[in-house]
């Protein structure tokens, strides 16, 4: 079955790094995703990872993949307020093909 | 500039009175899909589109219809609102295929409330 989980806040103070985690169900997903969502606004793509990757650096962005444990992490050094938002983690199970199946999404809110 | 269309951005209508949410991209998109977002659950698919006249049911599509007369229109249909799909509603499209190029793009969100 397709599952997502996310812890649902984190508060850190602006220049901390901040960790998001996330766990999946379906290891046949080969695509795993991080969305980010802004007030008012729909979701854009923050950055993905291939499956077959335990690691993806972008700029300030880390993303760690523990496949064993089907656990996802989304590391963002350095956060500023601009970093305050709703971040969506997401996976594509095979059977489902283009079906992204989201989390119930993490608030991230940046302390200045 | 590519994206996706939708409206209303906001619409508040009563219980009964049937309303249509409509969603236009201009990429040449096959796959369309509505979401629905509510807090602690996160965005739930209603239903989706592979192409043209081929649609299909997603995990919470009681209440809800959809059509795909045309490629770049898939407009979400509540023939009869109720209270419990006050909501924010996004559209998506995406190419078909799976993987970082086959992304979504998004709609800005209607958010609908059933008094």
């Known amino acids: 079955g397709e599952d997502v989980e996310q812890s649902l806040f984190l508060s850190v103070r602006e220049g901390d790094s901040s960790v998001i985690n996330c766990t999946y169900t379906?290891?046949?997903?080969?695509?795993l995703y991080w969305y980010k969502q802004e007030p008012g606004a729909g979701l854009q793509l923050l950055t993905y990872i291939f499956s077959n990757m335990d690691m993806k650096q972008d700029q300030r962005l880390t993303v760690l993949l523990n496949k064993k444990d089907k656990h996802l992490s989304l590391r963002i050094a350095d956060t500023q307020t601009g970093d305050s938002a709703i971040y969506f983690c997401?996976?594509?199970?095979?059977?489902?093909?283009?079906?992204?199946?989201f989390g119930a999404g993490t608030i991230l809110r940046v302390k200045s | 500039e590519a994206q996706v269309t939708q409206n209303p951005r906001y619409l508040i209508t009563v219980t009964g009175k049937k309303l249509t949410v409509t969603c236009s991209q201009n990429m040449n998109h096959e796959y369309m899909s509505w979401y629905r977002q509510d807090p602690g659950l996160g965005l739930r698919q209603i239903y989706y589109?592979?192409?043209?006249?081929?649609?299909d049911k997603g995990d919470v599509p009681e209440g809800y219809k959809v059509s795909r007369k045309e490629k770049r229109n898939f407009p979400l249909i509540l023939e009869s609102p109720s209270p419990n799909q006050t909501s924010l509603y996004f559209c998506?499209?995406?190419?078909?295929?799976?993987?970082?190029?086959?992304?979504?793009?998004f709609g800005s969100g209607t958010r609908l409330t059933v008094v």
């Open positions: 379906d290891s046949s997903s080969t695509y």
């Open positions: 998506a499209s995406s190419p078909l295929g799976t993987g970082p190029n086959y992304g979504y793009t």
């Open positions: 997401a996976e594509t199970p095979m059977e489902y093909g283009n079906k992204l199946v």
């Open positions: 589109s592979m192409n043209v006249e081929v649609t």
